[in-house]
């Protein structure tokens, strides 16, 4: 019986082996046009390399762990490396080529950086900015109530007062509450985009509070709130699909713009409380829609289906709403766009 026992355990591993390149029951499919090998250069990132491989760029990290002896970390990746794919196997593979001359020479520290994941620059000034004030945030807020010499602006160096909320940390952010995020399936308003205006530091904690106005990017007045500036998060930026069904909307297009693109900034009507994470990558979809066939005796109407448009990189996410970097994007990015598990 021990013996039966180990024998399936070694065919179980075999086939786990064997199905390396399958997630989800989805095995991982190769770009049309995959080259042969890539040249990493400045300026690339792990998911655009990806892309040139791959037709879910997401998937890079399952495409490498099949050849984990020769890519220890696929976030270790340099300019100048060469990124060979290996189609002599069963399962496709990635390798790395060394394309550095060995020869005597002074010993100089390398200083490269590794290529990112995805381009940083993008996400990086939303990852301290308060970008969504959640209903059940507003009410408990510092709310700023007068301004010192009864002025009717705050700018840099300006006193201002609060009532409301606890103000027992140092360092602030001044928002003021802007348009609803409603989801679209509910009409239930998730929360308000937050729109930055400036940073405070707390003077007197009191009743009123006084605070001390550092950096105004905008005009600040009465009835403006304040909210703890976040400490900054540093991010490995993980890329993986949602381990559960994610189903939500587009509900904003950050800078108020219309359609978005690539690398474009939205808002989906699912957070923290929904299971997302940040590293999650959603696939975006045109919602069918119908159209009228008229070239029948009879009038009849067609249901089109739903199409792929591109994917998001989840990368900040509160509790009822998180933010997403456009990674691709076939066509516009519109609010009311389906978001899915890709």
Same mark, same amino acid.
């Given at each position: 019986?021990? !013996?039966?026992? +180990? &024998?399936?355990?070694?065919?179980?591993?075999?086939?786990?082996?064997?199905?390396?390149?399958?997630?989800?029951?989805?095995?991982?499919?190769?770009?049309?046009?995959? /080259?042969? #090998?890539?040249?990493?250069?400045?300026?690339?990132?792990?998911?655009?390399?990806? +892309?040139?491989?791959?037709?879910?760029?997401?998937?890079?990290?399952?495409?490498?762990?099949?050849?984990?002896?020769?890519?220890?970390?696929?976030?270790? @990746?340099?300019?100048?490396?060469?990124?060979?794919?290996?189609?002599?196997?069963?399962?496709?593979? %990635?390798?790395?080529?060394?394309?550095?001359?060995?020869?005597?020479?002074? !010993?100089?520290?390398?200083?490269?950086?590794?290529?990112?994941?995805?381009?940083?620059?993008?996400?990086? $000034?939303? %990852?301290?900015?308060?970008?969504?004030?959640?209903?059940?945030?507003?009410?408990?807020?510092? #709310?700023?109530?007068?301004?010192?010499?009864?002025?009717?602006?705050?700018?840099?160096?300006? %006193?201002?007062?609060?009532?409301?909320?606890?103000?027992?940390?140092?360092?602030?952010?001044?928002?003021?509450?802007?348009?609803?995020?409603?989801? /679209?399936?509910?009409?239930?308003?998730?929360?308000?985009?937050?729109?930055?205006?400036?940073?405070?530091? %707390?003077?007197?904690?009191?009743?009123?509070?006084?605070?001390? @106005?550092?950096?105004?990017?905008?005009?600040?007045?009465?009835?403006?709130?304040?909210?703890?500036?976040?400490?900054?998060?540093?991010?490995?930026?993980?890329? #993986?699909?949602?381990?559960?069904?994610?189903?939500?909307?587009?509900?904003?297009?950050?800078?108020?713009?219309?359609?978005?693109?690539?690398?474009?900034? @939205?808002?989906?009507?699912?957070?923290? +409380?929904?299971?997302?994470?940040?590293?999650?990558?959603?696939?975006?979809?045109?919602?069918?829609?119908?159209?009228?066939? !008229?070239?029948?005796?009879?009038?009849?109407?067609? &249901?089109?289906?739903?199409?792929?448009?591109?994917?998001?990189?989840?990368?900040?996410?509160?509790?009822?709403? +998180?933010?997403?970097?456009?990674?691709?994007?076939?066509? $516009?990015?519109?609010?009311?766009?389906?978001? !899915?598990?890709?």
């Amino acid at each position: 019986m021990l !013996r039966i026992i +180990s &024998a399936l355990l070694i065919i179980f591993s075999s086939l786990c082996f064997s199905a390396g390149a399958v997630a989800d029951g989805k095995a991982i499919e190769l770009s049309p046009d995959a /080259p042969d #090998r890539h040249v990493v250069v400045a300026g690339d990132t792990l998911w655009g390399i990806a +892309s040139k491989f791959l037709k879910d760029p997401y998937r890079w990290n399952e495409l490498w762990k099949l050849n984990a002896d020769d890519i220890k970390s696929p976030h270790r @990746i340099y300019p100048g490396q060469v990124i060979v794919l290996d189609r002599s196997g069963a399962e496709p593979q %990635l390798r790395l080529l060394n394309t550095v001359k060995v020869q005597p020479q002074v !010993r100089i520290e390398d200083t490269r950086q590794a290529i990112p994941a995805i381009p940083q620059h993008v996400i990086e $000034p939303f %990852l301290t900015q308060p970008l969504v004030a959640e209903a059940s945030a507003l009410d408990g807020a510092p #709310r700023i109530v007068g301004i010192k010499e009864d002025r009717v602006i705050a700018g840099n160096g300006d %006193l201002v007062y609060t009532v409301g909320g606890k103000t027992d940390t140092k360092l602030w952010q001044v928002y003021r509450p802007g348009k609803a995020l409603i989801d /679209p399936d509910t009409g239930e308003t998730l929360g308000y985009e937050a729109i930055l205006l400036g940073t405070a530091s %707390l003077i007197h904690q009191s009743d009123p509070a006084t605070f001390q @106005i550092n950096n105004a990017r905008q005009e600040i007045g009465r009835n403006d709130r304040l909210m703890p500036a976040p400490r900054p998060d540093i991010l490995s930026y993980p890329q #993986r699909a949602p381990g559960g069904k994610i189903s939500g909307r587009v509900i904003s297009i950050y800078g108020g713009t219309i359609t978005g693109s690539r690398y474009s900034i @939205i808002a989906i009507s699912k957070g923290k +409380s929904d299971g997302v994470e940040v590293g999650h990558v959603l696939a975006l979809f045109r919602a069918g829609h119908e159209i009228d066939d !008229r070239y029948r005796d009879i009038k009849t109407t067609i &249901a089109l289906p739903e199409e792929r448009k591109g994917l998001l990189y989840v990368f900040r996410v509160f509790n009822r709403v +998180s933010y997403a970097l456009v990674m691709d994007a076939l066509l $516009p990015v519109e609010v009311g766009d389906a978001v !899915r598990n890709p």
